[in-house]
């Protein structure tokens, strides 16, 4: 396909192997498909448009493009909060807050349209920190539904239940997600009667994960560690649930994954969990605590909720890949995205 005059940046460089990095690759692939130059200097004279994802600190440079036209588009996720909540060091609430700041006021006074990941998101910073003159629009995250997908050789196990959590890295801001992601394992091999083996995919810090094994014992836990994003489909073919850990998630990437892969997934009403697991696709159950102070959510519930999709997993691996791709095809979002940048729709 031959190049369409001028070029898209994608701020900042993100070279994380999960969230919005995963989501940068993405996109820049699927723009360049379509025949769309994609860098991330938004300093190039060529530039049409610029999409910010979260924020950077390159303001000077981005505004220097706004003076000359260049359309200014701002990706938001969540908000740093865990820092409220948990005793994390003074250098990790001040970079947080930070960070929150550098956020809103890219939304605030600089963004020509600011994308929200989810109705969930769009509320949440309408909440905490009021409304925007620029227009907002509401993109929820895809996939490539020909990378992930259920076709492929690999089995699930028979003489046991694979639960699979699948995060980026999992450190001491995210500990309750790991704390309760061995709880509902011990929870569903109570209720289900069969061994149930956790596969976490994520880097996980050790002393995190020696910590949890104190508290939850007896949990037959399998650490991957880092996945290539090659073998996230692979793994997910072999499970029979995934887990969704993450508390008061924007719009998870992990999620999408697993359901375009045929893989149910489960959890707790909090963040959008429950605007993108519908129907059949898994179960989403009340958190039954509060999940803005992290607390312990009801885990036997889930696991009670979880039993049907054990029991009739083809109904319900079917209804995943269905939901996915109805709602989290890669190329609809890129035209989605591409609306917001070039259209200024």
């Not at 865990?82 to 809103?104: F, I, P, S, T």
């Not at 939304?107 to 009021?130: C, K, L, M």
């Not at 699948?166 to 997600?177: F, I, Q, R, V």
């Amino acid at each position: 396909m031959a190049a369409i005059s001028g070029s898209i940046a994608l701020v900042p460089v993100i070279n994380r192997v999960a969230g919005p990095g995963s989501f940068q690759l993405k996109l820049k692939a699927a723009l360049e498909r379509r025949g769309y130059r994609v860098h991330h200097d938004p300093t190039q004279a060529d530039t049409r448009a610029i999409l910010i994802i979260a924020g950077t600190r390159r303001l000077g440079e981005i505004l220097a493009a706004k003076r000359r036209g260049v359309r200014i588009v701002q990706r938001l996720n969540g908000i740093n909060y865990v820092h409220r909540r948990r005793h994390l060091g003074v250098k990790y609430w001040l970079r947080a807050e930070m960070g929150n700041l550098l956020l809103a006021y890219t939304r605030r006074f600089i963004a020509d349209q600011v994308v929200y990941q989810s109705n969930f998101t769009r509320d949440w910073w309408h909440s905490w920190y009021g409304s925007h003159k620029a227009p907002y629009t509401v993109i929820h995250n895809a996939v490539d539904l020909q990378a992930y997908s259920p076709a492929g050789p690999e089995t699930r196990p028979v003489d046991h239940i694979r639960v699979q959590v699948l995060e980026g890295h999992l450190n001491w801001d995210n500990g309750p997600a790991l704390e309760n992601a061995h709880r509902y394992a011990r929870a569903l091999e109570k209720a289900a009667g069969q061994r149930v083996e956790l596969v976490i995919a994520a880097d996980v810090l050790p002393a995190l994960r020696d910590s949890v094994h104190g508290r939850v014992p007896g949990v037959w836990a399998e650490y991957l560690g880092v996945t290539a994003r090659e073998q996230i489909p692979v793994i997910s073919r072999q499970a029979h649930l995934q887990y969704s850990a993450e508390i008061n998630p924007s719009c998870p990437n992990s999620v999408i994954e697993a359901l375009a892969c045929g893989l149910p997934v489960v959890g707790f009403d909090s963040g959008s969990l429950a605007e993108l697991v519908q129907g059949d696709a898994g179960r989403v159950v009340a958190y039954g605590s509060n999940p803005w102070k992290l607390e312990t959510p009801d885990i036997e519930s889930l696991a009670q909720a979880s039993l049907p999709l054990l029991a009739n997993p083809q109904h319900y691996r079917l209804a995943a890949r269905a939901l996915a791709e109805a709602q989290f095809d890669l190329e609809t979002m890129t035209e989605a995205y591409l609306r917001t940048l070039i259209d200024g729709q």
